[in-house]
């Protein structure tokens, strides 16, 4: 699934790209992608221009503008196998596209295609600011963003819960999924089955320290293309040549050479260091 960084990316490229475009028709194959009914959507959507595309968690937000006037907003949300691409109309086709937003700025059309193989991600209508607000506040502080490192302190320490299972609660910490909560606890050698009360204000400061390194450092790469998640103009991103632990089942530590485990954690594929990351 892509995680902040990758939905990061996603946001400042769509920034070049369709910022100022007007969405001139709304072309679906699978009604049960377009929320809250994809009657609403196209009727919201349609006529309308994009104006900022922003972020909040892993959800793209698009502002829509009709003249002067503010027109509402959607958002999408590419769960665990979406990707949006900027086309243009001659390119070849891709797989698995199921929605198409055909713009047009001026003499230039370009198409914005929604491809999902398993059909779990959304593009949202959204009327205004106030729908738009009680959406974001489902969602905890975001590393990189709101979330300072007291903040997350008190966070953890009132959570009794596994770590992991911390770490990937979108109601709890915004944006941090398997990958680099996997890379986060390794970096700061702490054992994902640890309970987060328990953990010292020491370790606490260093896992803040390692999960704001492994984010910076995915966003410098272009994100982690080891699944589904690509650019929008299909680019592969390169974070994956770089897991230190993540995937790496059975091969060396990089501390200390111990073959890395796999254990199952909230459900999720988890990777760790018997030697380095003790309970």
């Known amino acids: 699934m892509p995680e902040l960084p990758e939905v990061e990316i996603i946001k400042r490229q769509l920034n070049k790209e369709v910022v100022g475009f007007k969405i001139a028709d709304v072309w679906c194959d699978a009604p049960r992608m377009l929320q809250p009914s994809a009657e609403v959507f196209v009727e919201g959507v349609s006529g309308k221009t994009i104006g900022e595309v922003r972020r909040r968690a892993k959800l793209l937000v698009f502002r829509l503008s009709k003249g002067k006037d503010n027109e509402g907003f959607f958002i999408v949300h590419l769960k665990l196998s979406g990707r949006l691409l900027a086309r243009r109309k001659d390119d070849p086709p891709d797989d698995f596209v199921h929605v198409i937003l055909h713009l047009v700025k001026g003499r230039q059309k370009l198409q914005l295609r929604f491809a999902e193989a398993r059909k779990f991600g959304?593009?949202?209508?959204?009327?205004?600011?106030?729908?738009?607000?009680?959406?974001?506040?489902?969602?905890?502080?975001?590393?990189?963003?709101?979330?300072?490192?007291?903040?997350?302190?008190?966070?953890?320490?009132?959570?009794?819960?596994?770590?992991?299972?911390?770490?990937?609660?979108?109601?709890v910490i915004a944006g941090v999924g398997n990958i680099y909560a996997n890379e986060a606890l390794w970096l700061a050698k702490i054992h994902p089955e640890t309970q987060s009360f328990s953990l010292s204000v020491s370790q606490l400061?260093?896992?803040?320290?390692?999960?704001?390194?492994?984010?910076?450092?995915?966003?410098?790469?272009?994100?982690?293309?080891?699944?589904?998640?690509?650019?929008?103009?299909?680019?592969?991103?390169?974070?994956?040549?770089?897991?230190?632990?993540?995937?790496?089942?059975?091969?060396?530590?990089?501390?200390?050479?111990?073959?890395?485990?796999?254990?199952?954690?909230?459900?999720?594929?988890?990777?760790?260091?018997?030697?380095?990351?003790k309970v």
Not at 141 to 170: A, C, S
Request: charged share 30%.
């Open 122 to 171: 959304y593009m949202q209508y959204v009327g205004d600011k106030e729908e738009l607000e009680k959406i974001f506040n489902e969602f905890g502080p975001e590393p990189l963003g709101d979330l300072t490192k007291e903040k997350f302190q008190r966070i953890l320490k009132g959570n009794k819960r596994k770590i992991k299972e911390v770490l990937m609660d979108q109601k």
């Open 205 to 277: 400061a260093n896992l803040f320290e390692a999960l704001q390194s492994v984010l910076q450092e995915a966003l410098k790469e272009g994100g982690a293309s080891d699944q589904w998640y690509r650019q929008i103009h299909g680019e592969m991103g390169q974070y994956q040549n770089s897991f230190k632990v993540y995937q790496r089942e059975d091969e060396p530590c990089l501390w200390c050479k111990t073959p890395i485990q796999r254990i199952e954690v909230g459900s999720r594929g988890t990777f760790y260091c018997p030697s380095c990351q």
